[in-house]
């Protein structure tokens, strides 16, 4: 009996092991048992959110579109506007220039080029004459300053200049004084000349109160009592002479000495509107039957009429000189034009 009973449990050993295998395989197996309502559970949740996300991102991308029609309908206005500013400036700038011309009267000459507007007005006043010269630079380059010769050192009339440029318009420059070097006449430009922007000779401030005057890289009226050459330098300089005294800034007549107050000469000088145009005058002066010549104190107060803005006085007496597409306008109190150091051109 007992020996039966090994013998079965011998023979059901197999089947016991296998059960066990099975029955073990079955724990294992529990965990892996998919939790389907909790899936679908989290699959809702998930469809919720991203339900939630694509209504933002809709959202997100109205408002964009939004703002973007409401950048270009801001940008329509901005261009808009900027339209009108410049239509409402360049109406500015006629009503400016319609009260400017009736000052000045009828034009004498008018010229008209890609690069400059110039008209001539006659200046007839109680013991002087001369001509006035209105320009208006619509590009810089048609400004220059020009030594006489191309030379430093050299002197030659101011129509001569204006030839050799085949220019417009011309005036005499800045001041000078001539010294003998070793034995040789030598014609030195006092203060400071600038041509195409850069300074011909070291700067000299000397005696301290010259001017320097010309335009800018813009084109725009510019001038300094430079004490040094980084004066000269903030002004962005293009061309550029010196003389003495500055006549107005701002609208407003700066101090001149006793003598000039009072002493009647001939007269050059460049000035500026407040449009930036240009001005250039040429006063005649000791001849008796023609033209007395004008004090500086007495020219200032015609620039204030005539309303300038920024005025310079340049080298006068002899020298003054206004040069017109071929022919000289004043009358030179020598009778003749003088050799100078430099003249002012405006080119064609």
């Known amino acids: 009996m007992q020996k039966t009973s090994v013998f079965l449990l011998f023979l059901m050993a197999p089947l016991l092991v296998l059960f066990l295998v099975v029955k073990g395989l079955s724990a294992a197996a529990q965990p892996l048992i998919i939790p389907t309502e909790s899936i679908k559970n989290e699959i809702t949740v998930l469809k919720q959110d991203t339900e939630i996300m694509g209504a933002a991102l809709f959202q997100l ?22 339209g009108v500013s410049s239509e409402q400036k360049q109406l500015s700038d006629d009503i400016y220039e319609q009260k400017i011309l009736k000052i000045l009267g009828p034009a004498r000459h008018a010229y008209l080029s890609d690069f400059t507007e110039i008209k001539i007005f006659d ?12 320009v208006k630079l619509f590009d810089p380059t048609a400004f220059r300053v020009v030594l006489a010769r ?6 030659e009339t101011t129509s001569s200049a204006a030839k050799r440029y085949n220019a417009v318009l011309a005036i005499n420059g800045g001041g000078f004084y001539t010294e003998d070097r070793n034995g040789i ?7 400071n000349t600038v041509i195409d922007g850069k300074l011909l000779e070291p700067f000299n401030a000397y ?17 300094t009592i430079p004490q040094r050459q980084e004066d000269i330098t903030a002004l962005d ?3 550029g002479v010196s003389f003495v005294p500055v006549l107005l800034k701002e609208g ?7 003598e000039w107050q009072i002493t009647k000469q001939p007269r050059t000088l460049i000035g500026k509107y407040a449009n930036d145009d240009l001005i250039m005058i040429v006063v005649d002066g000791r001849q008796d039957d023609w033209s007395l010549g004008v004090t500086l104190e007495r020219l200032q107060d015609k620039l204030l009429e005539l309303g300038v803005k920024d005025a310079y006085n340049l080298d006068g007496g002899g020298s003054s000189v206004m040069y017109y597409n071929g022919t000289i306008l004043n009358r030179p109190s ?15």
């Open 61 to 82: 991308a109205t408002t964009i579109q939004k703002q973007q029609q409401v950048f270009v309908q801001q940008d329509e206005k901005i261009t808009e506007l900027a």
């Open 334 to 348: 020598d009778g003749k034009e003088r050799n100078v150091v430099n003249s002012i051109l405006i080119l064609r």
């Open 123 to 134: 200046l007839d006043e109680l013991g002087y004459k001369g001509c006035i010269a209105k």
């Open 150 to 155: 191309d030379t430093l050192g050299k002197l």
């Open 252 to 258: 407003k007549k700066l101090p001149i000495t006793k």
């Open 185 to 191: 006449k030598y014609a030195q430009l006092i203060g």
């Open 237 to 239: 300089p293009y061309q």
């Open 207 to 223: 005696p301290g109160d010259l001017f320097f005057a010309g335009i800018n890289k813009k084109g725009q009226v510019i001038g």
